[in-house]
């Protein structure tokens, strides 16, 4: 069955350094794969999409790499600040429809002043 | 524009009662999902439609949870009987297959339901 996998330990940095998040996924082959910001109390919202022929993307201090050899996608974030604390999201497509979605279980992140 | 709308925020009930969650997606929109998120489990997708036609149901626990699209404004999810562990968070959210933004799934804030 397909899985996903995120760091399951939160992520503790110091403002300023690069965070980096990883998402790893078995058995199957998405065409997309999205990350999601989710605070605390509110839904999740959409930040990047990369597809598998895209090996990097950037928005502003976001970038995400994807790996469709090691089957892992890497969520960094440049100069991190406090107000970027929250809860990431991976999300492959799922093979089982084109529109389809599954979220890994998320990546606390908390940057510290 | 709104961005998803659900109904209501907060939901209380007792174990047995029928509980009716609302959601309304953005317009021009012709995906919409239902999600269940636990602590536990995660975000799970239970259902989802395109243009108002339901595409796969099988992310739904139990006979005991239905839901509708009677039309592309508005979805309805239905829980008879609740039962305690039916207690979560329940989001809905909506994406169009058009345009730069198309894959890109928009969330409600979510209905967090409590069953005693």
């Known amino acids: 069955s397909q899985k996903i996998e995120q760091n399951s330990e939160a992520l503790n940095i110091q403002e300023g350094k690069t965070a980096t998040l990883t998402c790893n996924y078995t058995?199957?082959?998405?065409?997309?794969l999205q990350w999601y910001r989710q605070d605390p109390g509110r839904g999740p919202v959409f930040l990047l999409l990369i597809r598998e022929n895209e090996k990097e993307k950037r928005k502003e201090r976001l970038k995400v790499t994807f790996d469709t050899t090691l089957k892992q996608s890497l969520f960094h974030i440049t100069a991190s600040q406090p107000a970027d604390s929250a809860t990431y999201l991976c999300?492959?497509?799922?093979?089982?429809?084109?529109?389809?979605?599954?979220f890994g279980a998320g990546t606390r992140l908390a940057v510290h002043p | 524009d709104a961005g998803v709308i659900q109904s209501p925020r907060h939901e209380v009930t007792e174990m047995g009662q029928e509980v009716t969650l609302r959601c309304k997606p953005i317009?021009?929109?012709?995906?919409l999902f239902w999600y269940r998120q636990t602590m536990m489990r995660g975000l799970e997708l239970l259902i989802y439609?395109?243009?108002?036609?339901?595409?796969?149901d099988s992310g739904m626990p139990e006979d005991r949870f239905s839901a509708k699209m009677p039309n592309a404004s508005f979805s309805t999810l239905k829980i008879q009987p609740s039962e305690p562990r039916d207690s979560a968070v329940y989001f809905c959210a909506s994406s169009s297959t058009r345009g730069l933004s198309r894959y890109e799934q928009y969330f409600g804030p979510g209905t967090r339901l409590t069953v005693t």
């Open positions: 058995n199957y082959s998405p065409a997309y």
């Open positions: 439609f395109n243009n108002n036609v339901p595409i796969d």
């Open positions: 999300a492959p497509q799922f093979s089982g429809g084109y529109n389809k979605l599954i």
């Open positions: 317009s021009g929109h012709d995906y």
